[in-house]
């Protein structure tokens, strides 16, 4: 028989539970049957109370999800995640926007449905659910993540326990392995992402961008390295990276920059006292703050971003792919 409760999330032995905004949960399931049931029941507890709804996940799920609410999947936003998964921290943006936007809207709260495909086991994901909690903490809204028992490996499970303050598993239970955002990110490197041979362009980074701008511009243009805009993209990127590294960075500042057959790849290096922590990136910046935005942005326009600190010396890589 099927359990039918209200499926509100309600935490554990914590009267003032209600008063917390941004819920991130795990939903462990072993079967469709299980997947349908459960999320058309979450879904039409947030049409009954008004919420903004929105669901990501692969185009099977979100057809079986779609037909068995029938006449509520109008009141839901659907879309595959091969069009929405495209990069983790566009991903946590997205979110965000949405939540603003619901909010907004004058929207009670809003639900959320993410299902990742994890593709492997990509820790580049696995520090996206971490860093979530951060990113979206003080929002209004309730980010749920199904997750699939009978084809992710174990390790992923483990890490939903981890990344996750909130577990559905037959009923709603505190995580007792969450692990805080800063702790969990410092543990998971995010991959650089790979450049092969000597750098087509090694130069040091004075203290100004200017020339150094229109230096890159001029090369990647006239050498065919990426189309028009995707130039501008590149330029804007290593325009943050390079002002981060002379207003925070110390005194040897050095950009590097490798053509791929893919990718164009660029990396920001400096010596700085004071590295970036492990949240950097991840962070959308804060409404009316000026500043804060750098390596956000980065992280939303290129294809890849990742900021490693070892022997004293950042770098900042990130790349554009072809």
Known sequence: MRNETSIHVTWPSEPAASTM????????????????????????EGVEHGDAIAMAAG???????????????GQVRFQPTEDWHIRPVRSIGVWSRLLRTAATAGRPSARLINEIDFQ???????????????????L???????????ALAPELIEAARRTHHVLYDGGWTRSDEFVEPRTLLAT?????YPATGEPLVEVPIADSVADLRAHLRN?????????????????????????????????????????????????????????PGPLAGYLPPVPGVVGG??????????????????????????ALRR
Not at 21 to 44: E, G, K, N, T, W
Not at 62 to 73: C, N, S, W
């Open 21 to 44: 905004r941004f819920s991130h949960s795990a939903f462990l399931y072993d079967s469709p049957d299980d997947y349908r049931d459960f999320l058309v029941r979450f879904i039409r």
């Open 59 to 73: 185009a099977d799920r979100v057809a079986l999800v779609r037909e068995a609410l029938g006449a509520d999947a």
């Open 120 to 138: 492997g086991q990509d820790p580049s994901w696995v520090r996206a659910e971490s860093a979530t909690n951060a990113s979206l903490a003080g």
């Open 140 to 150: 209004n809204g309730h980010l749920l993540c199904p997750y699939d028992r009978s």
């Open 188 to 192: 998971i490197e995010e991959p650089p």
């Open 219 to 275: 090369r990647a243009t006239a050498e065919g390295w990426l189309p028009p805009d995707r130039v501008e993209v590149l330029i804007l990127a290593l325009s943050e990276l390079a002002t981060n590294g002379i207003r925070h960075g110390g005194a040897h500042r050095e950009l590097r920059v490798w053509l791929n057959p893919g990718a164009v790849v660029c990396e920001v290096a400096d010596d700085g006292p004071h590295p």
């Open 293 to 318: 935005m750098g390596l956000w942005l980065v992280g939303q326009i290129c294809d890849a971003l990742s900021v490693t600190t070892a022997g004293g010396v950042t770098r900042a890589r990130f």
